[in-house]
């Protein structure tokens, strides 16, 4: 039997009609690496603030980036540099009087699970045996401007850029090693920690600059209030104990 | 500027390669739906739809899971024949003409099932072998209607994005395709990069839109 249009019409253009973000959502735009951390911490900032629902937006920072100054309607923005930042602040995006920094992590090169060449050192990549290396995009994802300024620095990137495999971010890169894709991947820390079961780290490579998170309030964001709560609550002995136990460091 | 040929190039050998593996496969399997009742007929056809209605996402990681190299399919190509698809152009193809496939097959069997049969009759009457009445009176009869998809189908696999970077990649000369190649323009900030990609990009479409109404004035186009 068909079923009435008008029993389907008025839920569907309900549900249709629902997008509009309210007023109280606070909109976090946070880098790749951040997934888990933020996943956990978004309850319990809720918690403490029950009129506020959060919306979690991940990308690469130089992506989420792009994002805001286009327009996005993002309240807080955190990127895994202090490159991307400086950019959002240098082009007016962010409150920079507000600006800190929460976590830092480190720099890892990993294989997949189970893998018979173990590299020890940055050379030993140069090796037929990872004729694939997955890295971050530099243009536009911090861990790829990290591990890029660390071979630039030893003078290798030349003899690993034609075996790069770009992601889109860093979880991206950790997907590619987890599937056995790449013969081996350079992630942060965490990432790596994430996924104990798929992927094996290699070796910790020494940044030049340690690697430093930093969260602002969006200047153009609609929430501004919430925004500046979120940005101190993530600098709380709670919210610092989840970052500790998902592997980041103090900032 | 420069380096905005290097993504058409692929886009157009990935396209091309594409369309011309549809043009084998959506035929085929047009005029076998058209022509041969055999049970399930309905629920194939359907199966050999569902790229064109499934996010090319569900596609991609259809895709990354059997062709990658611990994917059954992948796992057995890389021991048998040493043979990696993912994160080369030919990943990229596979991706792209089961993106497009749906549109060749349909648009296939359509025509096949609008052709009279008592022609093909009338061919085989006179002595002509099956694979010849095919070839010779059939085909050319539904012609139009397979050209329509095969056009269709080269846009769409010009277009593809979702599959192709899942499955291939975004490596800058290889499986860097124009689509993808906007993409990382944008996220990177690099406008004016964007704007020769998305300006090469159209040019390109309509240039393949003018050639398709050359091709076939008055009949291909006007389907559209």
């Known amino acids: 039997m068909p079923v009435p249009l008008s029993r389907i019409a008025v839920p569907l253009a309900a549900v249709m009609l629902s997008w509009q973000a ?14 888990r951390a933020f996943t956990e ?12 629902k ?17 327009g996005a309607p993002a309240d807080v923005y955190a990127s ?62 911090p861990v790829g401007r990290y591990t890029k300024a660390v071979l630039e620095k030893c003078g290798l990137w030349a003899a690993i850029e034609p075996k790069v495999i770009g992601a889109q971010n860093v979880r991206q890169a950790l997907d590619y090693v987890a599937r056995g894709e790449v013969h081996a991947g350079f992630v942060y820390g965490t990432d790596a920690a994430s996924m104990p079961d798929k992927v094996q780290v290699a070796f910790t490579v020494p940044t030049e600059e340690p690697v430093r998170y930093a969260v602002a309030p969006v200047e153009a964001g609609p929430n501004a209030a919430a925004a500046r709560r979120f940005v101190s609550f993530l600098l709380t002995p709670s919210a610092q104990a989840v970052f500790a136990r998902h592997g980041f460091g103090k900032p | 500027m420069g380096t905005a040929w290097v993504p058409l190039a692929l886009t157009l050998k990935v396209a091309g390669w594409a369309t011309l593996l549809n043009l084998v496969l ?22 050999l739809t569902l790229p064109m209605v499934m996010p090319p996402t569900v596609l991609g990681y259809y895709l990354l899971v059997l062709i ?28 792209a003409t089961i993106v497009a496939f749906p549109l060749v097959f349909k648009a296939s069997r359509a025509a096949f099932e609008s052709v009279d049969p008592q022609l093909e009759q009338a061919a085989c009457v006179l002595g002509v072998p099956e694979w010849a009445v095919f070839l010779r009176v059939t085909l050319p009869l539904a012609w139009r209607g397979v050209m329509a998809g095969l056009l269709l189908a080269f846009a769409r696999a010009t277009g593809e994005f979702g599959a192709t970077l ?27 990069v964007a704007n020769s990609l998305v300006l090469i990009t159209s040019v390109t479409c309509i240039a393949v839109l003018l050639i398709a109404g050359r091709l076939a004035p008055g009949r291909v186009a006007g389907q559209f």
């Open chain 1, 22 to 35: 309210s007023a109280a959502d606070l909109t976090v735009s946070a880098a790749a690496s951040l997934t």
């Open chain 1, 41 to 52: 911490l978004a309850p319990l900032f809720e918690a403490q603030h029950p009129d506020t």
């Open chain 1, 54 to 70: 959060v919306l979690l937006n991940f990308g690469a920072s130089g992506a989420l980036l792009q994002q805001i100054a286009k």
């Open chain 1, 80 to 141: 895994a540099d202090q490159a991307s930042m400086n950019q959002a602040q240098s082009q007016g995006l962010v409150r920079a009087a507000e600006r800190r920094n929460f976590v830092s992590n480190s720099l890892v090169v990993i294989v997949p699970a189970g893998g018979t060449t173990m590299p020890k050192t940055l050379q030993d990549l140069l090796g037929p045996a990872f004729s694939r290396v997955a890295i971050g995009q530099p243009a536009s994802v």
């Open chain 2, 26 to 47: 959506g035929v085929a399997v047009g005029f076998l739906l058209a022509r041969k009742q055999f049970p399930g007929r309905d629920v194939l056809d359907a199966l």
């Open chain 2, 68 to 95: 990658g190299r611990r994917g059954p399919l992948g796992g057995w190509l890389d021991a048998t024949f040493g043979i990696q698809l993912i994160f080369t152009w030919q990943g990229a193809v596979i991706a």
């Open chain 2, 166 to 192: 899942m499955v291939a990649g975004s490596i800058p000369g290889r499986t860097q395709t124009l689509s993808i190649a906007v993409y990382e323009a944008v996220q990177a900030g690099q406008d004016h």
